[in-house]
């Protein structure tokens, strides 16, 4: 789960080298190679990348929107170019964080924009708290700053003026109460709050009533966030809030009978490796975590008619003999860098689809209280990550029952509402600190937040993603 390509040393005389105790963390040597006015660093998905970015925030950066070739070296999409790199600041941090840059006489030639540094707003729900925490710690690790509050906060409106960025992780729980909160029962409020009674309560966050949620009025103004120009990230159960209020539009959100995958390791396929979303990810494929839903449909999925909703599938639950049936893994090697599976129809082979499973696979309408400007018809959300076609190629660890009901599915989803994305995690990329190899895509969000349309293909056939 951390995007590391491992390889088996055969020869046994490396067991028989000279070594020495490590007397302190072991870290890759970084720095600048090479001479010139302009830094490129590679876009390696080092989480390292991200402290980098926002260490050096006041330093002007671009991000390359295609793989390209300079100074003899090979370069992923991403790519941070430095142009009037003042070295003697750079290099120290590079060093410190085990980061290479190579240094240049000019910018590459290769399309291009601004890593513009957002101001990040980070919502949280009194519901329940211990998820969304996995997300934080991965901030706080990697130096992102953010101001963080409870969803009760949207109500106060004015949200585009303060955030460019508001990210919104798991609760748990439906899009409805997700959004009604803890409930109100009588007059009495609920507080949290430091006090001699509750020491222990009030860390970085209090109220004095936590029941509630953001409502219908801090959803309107949610949605009006993104619609004037604002980045909003959503994990798990948060990503089901918009397509279940008929906020966005081309997706559905799926409840399939006859699935079982708790906590369980799957493959993921890039689906879209223009999108900035997947910049810096090599291969098109990678293990990530997944746990039972959502499950996200863009498009409608003709073909896979009768898995959501549909008749239980007997024996459905966990194992609790372990390997009484042995399991069906798929295999996976080289660090993901596997051709696509022929089960999986690539983009041009793929029709538009007819009505989704479990739901009309549109969106569409004008959302409730009659909101206007969503997606405008025919633009399709962009499926960056995606379930696999065929379900015996889904399963890398853990157990998966009825996986036909995930075939094809989105795990990463970027729509566009008026100016703004509202980006969908239907995996966990941020999960107990495990899923380090999916961080990025969620820091790519970050650090993207205003060029999210790079690389989107204008015309032609729609991604796959529930076809």
């Known amino acids: ?38 830094v490129v660093v590679d876009h390696t998905t080092d989480n390292n990348l991200m402290r980098f970015r926002f260490t050096l925030a006041g330093t002007p950066m671009r991000a390359a929107e295609a793989d390209f070739e300079a100074g003899g070296r090979k370069f992923r999409a991403g790519a941070f170019i430095i142009a009037n790199a003042d070295r003697a600041r750079l290099e120290p941090v590079l060093k410190e964080l085990g980061v290479s840059g190579y240094g240049m006489s ?24 211990q ?54 029962t009588g007059n009495t409020p609920l507080p949290y709050r430091k006090s001699a009674a509750t020491p222990n309560l009030g860390g970085i966050d209090e ?42 539009n081309g997706v559905t959100v799926e409840s399939p009978s006859g699935l079982f995958a708790r906590g369980t390791i799957l493959r993921g396929i890039i689906a879209d490796k223009k999108s900035p979303l997947a910049y810096g990810y090599e291969g098109n494929q990678l293990p990530v975590y997944f746990s039972q839903n959502p499950v996200l449909n863009v498009g409608g999925a003709a073909g896979f008619g009768g898995f959501g909703g549909g008749s239980a599938i007997a024996g459905v639950g966990q194992n609790t003999t372990p390997m009484a049936v042995r399991l ?55 499926v960056v990550l995606q379930f696999p076609a065929n379900p015996d190629e889904m399963l890398l660890s853990g157990t998966l029952v009825g996986g036909q009901a995930l075939a094809n599915r989105a795990q990463l989803i970027d729509a566009s509402i008026g100016s703004g994305h509202l980006v969908m995690f239907s995996i966990r990329p941020f999960w107990r600190w495990q899923t380090q190899g999916t961080y990025f895509f969620g820091f790519n969000a970050i650090l993207n937040w205003n060029d999210l349309d790079a690389g989107k293909t204008t015309g032609g056939p729609a991604p796959v993603g529930g076809n």
């Open 1 to 38: 789960m951390r995007n590391v390509v491992v390889n088996a040393c055969t020869d046994k005389s490396c067991l028989e080298q000279p070594m020495t105790p490590l007397v302190a963390d072991a870290k890759a040597p970084g720095g600048i190679t090479g001479d010139g006015p302009v």
């Open 106 to 129: 000019a910018a590459p030639t290769v399309p291009s924009h601004d890593l513009d540094i957002p101001r990040i707003g980070y919502a949280h729900s009194w519901q329940r708290t």
């Open 131 to 184: 998820d969304e925490g996995w997300v934080r710690a991965a901030l706080d690790v990697y130096g992102v700053p953010y101001s963080y509050f409870a969803d009760q906060k949207f109500r106060d409106g004015n949200l585009r003026a303060k955030y460019d960025v508001i990210i919104y992780p798991h609760i748990g729980g439906t899009a409805q109460s997700q959004v009604n909160g803890i409930g109100r």
């Open 207 to 248: 109220s004095d009533d936590i029941r509630g949620g953001m409502g219908v009025d801090g959803l309107q103004e949610l949605y009006k966030f993104v619609q004037e120009g604002g980045t909003l990230i959503t994990e798990g159960s948060t990503a089901t809030i918009f397509p279940e209020y008929n906020l966005s």
């Open 328 to 382: 069906k893994l798929s295999p996976y090697t080289e660090g993901g860098q596997m051709a696509v599976p022929p089960s999986n129809p690539s983009p041009a082979a793929v029709a538009p689809g007819g009505p989704g499973v479990g739901g009309p696979g549109g969106g569409g309408g004008g959302g409730f209280g009659g909101f206007a400007g969503l997606a405008a018809a025919g633009e399709r959300p962009r």
